[in-house]
Structures are given as structure tokens and as C-alpha cells.
């Protein structure tokens, strides 16, 4: 049974650091591994994106210069270091598989698979 499974999410203060993980059971070495995030009454939006191989990664401009996403195949495992947390960066954080494109987001990508989520809360 493939699956995805986030972990490391938390309460932390405003420039404060976070290392999400994303554990894969299956596998997913042979997919790109994107990390999303939704904040409440907001959409879905993209964060960060590592191809299969690790050796092409993508970030949003808002978390561009503070998040790093990193991947371990022998471990089976994605990790996003978050650093210089803002409270805007609030949100339930998801992993999610892309069978098919790079990782980012573009008509390609096709997400067949998707964590639970962790939820990241920065205080002021």
C-alpha cells in the first residue's frame, strides 16, 4: 500500500525553524515530491518541489531564501527545512507524489498521491 505520511509540524514563534518530513511507504523514488499548503479560507497553494533524483528543485517566491527542500531515497524520505518562519506561513502543510511532470505545478503534473497534512502554526 503506497502512501505518504508528513510529520514534524508544530507551534513555533515567529523566526523560529521547522523540518517537515514526508514518509513515503512504496516506492516513490522514482516520482517528483511537491509540498503544498492551504491556510484556513484560503486555496491551496504550492511551496516547493524536488524532482525524483533531487537534482532539480522549485519554490514559491514567498519562501524562496528561507525553505529548503531536500530528499533522502534511501530513506524513502522528502524534507522541507523551514526557517525564518512568518505567521504567514500558517498553514496545513501536505506532501504529495507527481507521477507524471517535475514536481511543479503545470498541466503535466498529475498528483495521484497525498498525505494527511501537518499543521505549521507561527505565532507573532
Known amino acids: 500500500q503506497e502512501e505518504l505520511v508528513e510529520s514534524g509540524g508544530g507551534l513555533v514563534q515567529a523566526g523560529g525553524s521547522l523540518r517537515l518530513s514526508c514518509a513515503a511507504s512504496?516506492?516513490?523514488?522514482?516520482?517528483?515530491i511537491t509540498w503544498f499548503r492551504q491556510a484556513p479560507e484560503k486555496e491551496r497553494e504550492f511551496v516547493a518541489a524536488?524532482?525524483?533524483?533531487?537534482?532539480?528543485?522549485y519554490y514559491a517566491d514567498s519562501v524562496k531564501g528561507r525553505f529548503t527542500i531536500s530528499r533522502d531515497n534511501a530513506e524513502n524520505t522528502v524534507y522541507l527545512q523551514m526557517n525564518s518562519l512568518k505567521p504567514d506561513d500558517t498553514a496545513v502543510y501536505y506532501c504529495?507524489?507527481?507521477?507524471?511532470?517535475?514536481?511543479?505545478?503545470?498541466?503535466?503534473?498529475?498528483?495521484?498521491?497525498w498525505g494527511r497534512g501537518a499543521q505549521v502554526t507561527v505565532s507573532p
Open positions: 512504496g516506492d516513490f523514488t522514482r516520482y517528483a
Open positions: 504529495a507524489a507527481d507521477t507524471r511532470g517535475s514536481g511543479y505545478p503545470t498541466m503535466e503534473s498529475k498528483f495521484d498521491y
Open positions: 524536488v524532482s525524483w533524483n533531487g537534482g532539480s528543485k
